[in-house]
C-alpha cells in the first residue's frame, strides 16, 4: 500500500500506522481468516492506525478484548453519532435508531423497542422459526447438496424478519437481493439504488399502517410515544431501517462461517448429533470464534486511550473479531471448544448501551437452524473449496458456498 497517497493525520506515530486494509487482510485469507485475524494481535501494537480501511478513511484499530470493551461502554468519548451513509445518500437526516443515538436518549429509544426483543417475544416466534428452518431443508435435503447462501442462510432471517414486522413474505427475495446490495456492492450509484427503493417500500408500509393499524411491529413503533409525544416518520423509519439491516445479513453471514467450519469438522458435528443438548453451548462458541461485525466510533474529545493519543473527531474501529481472538481475553481463541465454559463472554453482539437488541432472537435462530439441519441432512462437507470468498467489512461475509452430504 503507498502510503504517502493516503491522508494520514499529522498526530498519528508513524510507527503506529499498518501498511495495509485490515478488512483485505484478513479476508484475503479466505477460509483462514479467522486465523489471519487472531495473528494481527502478535503482529501489530495493541492499538494500530489503518490509513485505509475498505471505503472508509482511516482509523485507529485497538486489537485488545479490555481495550475494545473499554471503548464500546464509553459512548460519551466515542460516540456512535456518525454512524452509516443511508439517509446522508437521500440528501436526509434520519438516524438509524437506537443505534446512531448516543445516551442519555439512547435509552427512551431502547425501552420502547426492549418489548418486541424480549425473551416472551422470542419465544413466541420459535413454533414459527421451527417450520420455517425444517421447509426450507425439506426443499433441498434430497438434493445431497445445496447453495448454502442462497437456499438457507439468507432465507431464514428474512423470512423470520419479514413475519415480526407483518410485511409480505412474498417479498423474501426482494429483501434478499436489497441486503446483497447493501452489503457487497462497491458501486456507490448501485447502493444509492437499492437505498431509494428501501425507502420508499419503508415510507409506503408506515403511511399503511398508520392509516390501517394491525397487530405487527410496524404498527406497534407508530403507537409508540417518546417524551410525551408520538413517534415522527423518520424515527419510526430509522427504527425500521436498523431492524432491517442490524438483523439479516449478521445472521446470515454467523450462518455462512459457522456451517463452513461445522462441514470441515464432523467431529463437531457427530457430538453436536450424539448430545444436542450441547447445541445453545455450541452456538456461543461459534459465535465467538467467529465475530463477523466491525462497528465505528467517533472520538468525542482528545483522549488518550492504551498511551496511544487520539484527536477528538477521529474514528475508531470496534472488531468484534480481534476482541473474540485476543488470548488475554479466551484460552487457546482459535480452538472451537462447543464445551468452551466462558463462551457467552464473547463480543460479537457487543456490549454497554449498544448491546445487540436483537441478541436473543440470533441467538434462537442460530440454535434452531441447527437443531434442524443435524436433525435432518446426514454429516455434511464442503464441496467446492477453491470457490469460497471471503468479504470483509462492516459485517464479515462468506459467500459462494455449496455444502454436500451422502
Ligand atoms: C448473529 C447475529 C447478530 C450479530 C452478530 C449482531 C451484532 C450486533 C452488534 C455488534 C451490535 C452493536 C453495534 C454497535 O455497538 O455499534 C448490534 C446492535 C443492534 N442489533 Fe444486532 N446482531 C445480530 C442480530 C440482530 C438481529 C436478529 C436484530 C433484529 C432483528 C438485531 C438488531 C440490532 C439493533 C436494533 C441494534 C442496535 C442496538 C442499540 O443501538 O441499542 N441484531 N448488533
Known sequence: MDLSKLDIPE??????????????????????????????HDKMPEIFFAPKIGYLPGCWVPSTNELLRRIVMDPATFSSREGTPFAAMLGESWKLIPLEIDPPDHAKYRLL????????????????????????????KDQGSCDFNADFSSRFPTLIFLRMMGWPEEHVSKFVGWVN????????????GAVVEIASYLRSVIEARRAQPIDDVTSYVLSCEIDGRPLSDDEVMGICFLIFIGGLDTVTSSL???????????DIQAALRIDP????????????????????????????VGGVQMKEGDFVLISTELANLDSAAFKCPMEVDITRADARKHLSFSTGPHLCIGATLARRELGIALEAWLSSVPEFRVANESEIVVRGGGVFGLENMRIAWD
Do not use: C
Not at 113 to 133: G, H, V, W
Not at 256 to 265: E, Q, T, V
Not at 283 to 302: F, K, W, Y
Open 11 to 40: 498526530h498519528v506515530p508513524a510507527e503506529l500506522v499498518a501498511d495495509f486494509d485490515p478488512w483485505e487482510y484478513i479476508a484475503e485469507a479466505r477460509g483462514d481468516a479467522f486465523k489471519r485475524a487472531a495473528g494481527l
Open 113 to 140: 423497542l426492549n418489548k418486541l426483543f424480549n425473551q416472551k417475544a422470542i419465544s413466541a416466534m420459535e413454533p414459527d422459526m421451527r417450520r420455517t428452518a425444517k421447509s426450507l431443508i425439506d426443499e433441498v
Open 181 to 192: 446490495t447493501l452489503i457487497k456492492s462497491q458501486d456507490m450509484q448501485v447502493v444509492y
Open 256 to 266: 455462512n462461517f459457522h456451517y463452513y467450519h461445522l462441514a470441515n469438522n464432523p
Open 277 to 304: 443438548s450441547l447445541i445453545p453451548n455450541a452456538v456461543e462458541e461459534l459465535l465467538r470464534a467467529h465475530g463477523v461485525s466491525n462497528m465505528r466510533r467517533t472520538v468525542t474529545r482528545d483522549v488518550t
